[in-house]
């Protein structure tokens, strides 16, 4: 039970980044479906830089860096040259795994073994990780995982409490309003493409510096999907996103577990319990939309 | 006509820009980019039967890229075709292995012509299935339809994955037996590798193209994909239409993974599949046009045909054709976008109009 639920913060993680990710993003008007492939471009710069210096915690950095680089293209596209963010989401999908593919097969060649770098070892909090039950859960984690236990009540803070959240909100729910109000609407869209670049990219680098310690070809596995669809679960809110992570968090957890102790099932099946959790999860309790308003429109400044 | 020449301009440009900024990547790498294109184009087209070869990879393309395109025009994003494709070809394997169709089989029947339609059949009602699942849910949830259709790729690639290993599995390989020489879709050339699959693509291609532009229902279809609530309130079932364009861009997803199963793979195994997202970028550089779809499926193909002369006369790896693809789409869809700027669309007419009045 202890280790299934461990396992489940494991899992948790790079899914929750990416979905704070695409929470900043979408407060902002911008819908990213380009998760998953700004998450495998930072996997695959996490895992590099933790391969030549043997820092997983530069690998994370370099992860987040990765993210906004790729990010940043489709920020300019969007934002700038008003492309369709979901046609242009995709497109980011197609050509970022498509390149991280491309640097990893260059730096080690066409045929090679599987490069395997450093992983971060979990850190015990001293005090903390003694209480019984929760303190080896909670409290036995990397420091990345620690680092979203900050984040989700800031960013929560942010939202509902702070002049500058309430501000951000209002570039995605009425732009028009926001740019009357002296709200500088590009920049702050610009601002909230690079913190979901950063945080996916994180989401990205976790996998293959602090889960497994190397790099392959669809490593991330549809997690930015499986963010996208906690986005939407969890009702734009950090909480209730963070709700939404775990429960996928957890589902992916329990087929990993049933695949050590049900060996008989075919593994296939077992595997398919995520993707299949996401859907039930969406079908039974994603009907209500209240995202942000102008979520997914282009703003052309000088149109009235 | 200015729309048209927009139209078509816009993806040529891109591939140039596509091309080019490769060139500069390769050489970055200490590559010759001439020689590297040389090689990508002799692969492509040296002889006959590697021309017959681009023939071959273009097919599955073909199918996706219309199954993507399809549903677009209809204004809902299938993300799926990578699912409805491998659900497609399990589909026809598994047809095939219920009426003795697979090589080994105990009673191997001679048919022909029945045999292959009904395997193909099988597996565009698979694939249509798969697709009407994202529909029903969109129509009936309200659900986002590309996150589910992406979900459901991962469950059939398991799915196909699990028959393969578990059911079907033929020999201590995890894959199925090959299917029997008369369930196998006829090659047309001799020599190459050609098969009929590439008519029926041709035929779809034909039937999607006059049915979008030259019947009422297709009309019907496209105004939905235009403007939802105007379609809504000039009395059309726009959730009828919606769910159509999933079944039926699903079907043809399924279509090209059977004939994928039949024309050229033959049997189902580790790897097989991989063309949903390209589809959904040829869809999308093909400006969503039936036709336009089909040629930069070919361009696609030529790319994947020649990429391993490349590999083994340069030592570029075959990623690099990833790239260019990929560059493609993020230039053609940018591109799309900045010519409708409204500062960059009053140029482009003021330059045109300012031609016409010389």
Redesign the interface.
């Known amino acids: 039970m202890e280790a299934l639920l461990l396992s489940t913060i494991r899992m948790t993680t790079p899914i929750l980044f990416a979905a704070l990710g695409e929470l900043y993003s979408e407060k902002a008007g911008l819908v990213n ?1 380009g998760l998953d492939g700004i998450m495998c471009f930072g996997a695959l710069a996490g895992f590099l830089t933790s391969y030549i210096t043997g820092s997983p915690l530069l690998g994370i950095v370099a992860g987040a860096a990765g993210g906004i680089l790729i990010n940043l ?1 489709y920020a300019f ?1 969007t934002i700038t ?4 963010q ?3 989401g ?2 980011i ?3 970022a795994p ?2 991280a ?2 640097i990893y ?2 730096y080690f060649g ?1 045929s090679s073994t599987l490069q395997k770098a450093p992983l971060m070892s979990a850190i015990s909090i001293p005090g903390l990780s003694k209480i019984p039950f929760v303190g080896p859960i909670i409290f036995n984690n990397t420091l990345v995982t620690y680092f979203l236990f900050i984040l989700i009540p800031v960013s929560s803070i942010f939202f509902s409490k702070t002049h500058t959240g309430l501000n951000y909100r209002a570039v995605g729910e009425h732009p028009k309003a926001a740019e009357s109000l002296g709200i500088n609407v590009i920049k702050q869209k610009y601002i909230a493409s690079i913190i979901c670049g950063a945080l996916a990219g994180i989401g990205g680098a976790y996998l293959t510096t602090c889960y497994i310690p190397s790099y392959t070809d669809g490593v991330v ?2 997690r930015g ?2 963010a ?2 906690a986005v ?1 679960f969890g009702r734009w809110t950090s909480l209730g996103v963070m709700a939404a992570s775990l429960l996928f968090g957890f589902a992916d957890a329990l087929q990993l577990r049933f695949q050590i102790i049900k060996p008989n099932v ?1 593994y ?2 077992l ?2 319990l995520p ?2 959790c ?2 039930c999860a ?2 039974f309790f ?2 209500k ?1 209240n995202g942000p308003k102008s979520n997914g429109k282009a703003y ?1 400044r ?2 009235r | 006509m200015k729309q048209i020449l927009i139209k078509i301009g816009v993806p040529i440009l891109s591939v140039l820009c596509a091309f080019l900024i490769s060139a500069i990547l390769i050489t970055v790498i200490g590559g010759n980019a001439l020689q590297a294109y040389h090689y990508l184009m002799m692969g492509a087209f040296q002889n006959f039967t590697n021309f017959g070869e681009t023939l071959v990879k273009v097919c599955p393309l073909i199918f996706t890229g219309l199954c993507a395109a399809f549903a677009y025009r209809c204004g809902v994003f299938n993300l799926g075709g990578e699912g409805q494709f491998l659900m497609g070809a399990t589909a026809a394997i598994w047809c095939a292995s219920l009426i003795g169709g697979t090589q080994g089989a105990a009673g191997t029947v001679a048919f022909s012509v029945p045999g292959i339609i009904v395997c193909l059949l099988a597996g565009l009602i698979a694939g249509g299935i798969w697709g009407a699942i994202p529909g029903i849910l969109k129509i009936t949830r309200g659900l986002n339809e590309m996150i589910v259709s992406i979900m459901l790729n991962y469950v059939a690639s398991l799915f196909m994955s699990w028959v393969y290993t578990g059911p079907l599995r033929a020999g201590s390989v995890p894959q199925t037996a090959a299917v029997a020489a008369q369930i196998k879709l006829p090659r047309i050339f001799a020599g190459t590798r050609i098969h009929a699959g590439i008519i029926i693509a041709l035929v779809v291609m034909a039937v999607l193209y006059y049915f979008l532009f030259y019947t009422s229902a297709g009309f019907k279809l496209r105004a939905i994909g235009f403007n939802q609530t105007a379609s809504r309130f000039s009395g059309l079932h726009v959730k009828t239409y919606i769910l159509i364009a999933f079944v039926v861009s699903g079907a043809i997803a399924g279509l090209g993974g059977s004939i994928e199963l039949q024309g050229t793979q033959y049997r189902l195994m580790d790897g097989f599949g991989g063309y949903g997202f390209d589809g959904v970028a040829i869809a999308l550089i093909g400006q969503l046009n039936p036709v336009g779809t089909v040629i930069v499926a070919y361009l696609f193909a030529v790319l994947r045909t020649g990429a391993t002369m490349m590999q083994v006369g340069t030592g570029i790896p075959t990623a690099i054709i990833n790239i260019i693809q990929a560059l493609v789409i993020i230039f053609a869809v940018a591109g799309t976008a900045a010519v409708n700027l409204p500062k960059i669309k009053q140029f482009l007419f003021q330059s045109i109009r300012k031609k016409e009045a010389l």
């Open positions: 479906i293209i596209c040259l008003c492309a369709e979901i046609v242009y995709m497109a999908n197609i050509f498509a390149i593919s491309f097969k260059i066409i596995a549809g999907f499986i996208l669809s939407i075919p296939q099946f595997a398919m993707y299949i996401t859907l969406l079908a994603g009907i939309k052309y000088e149109q």
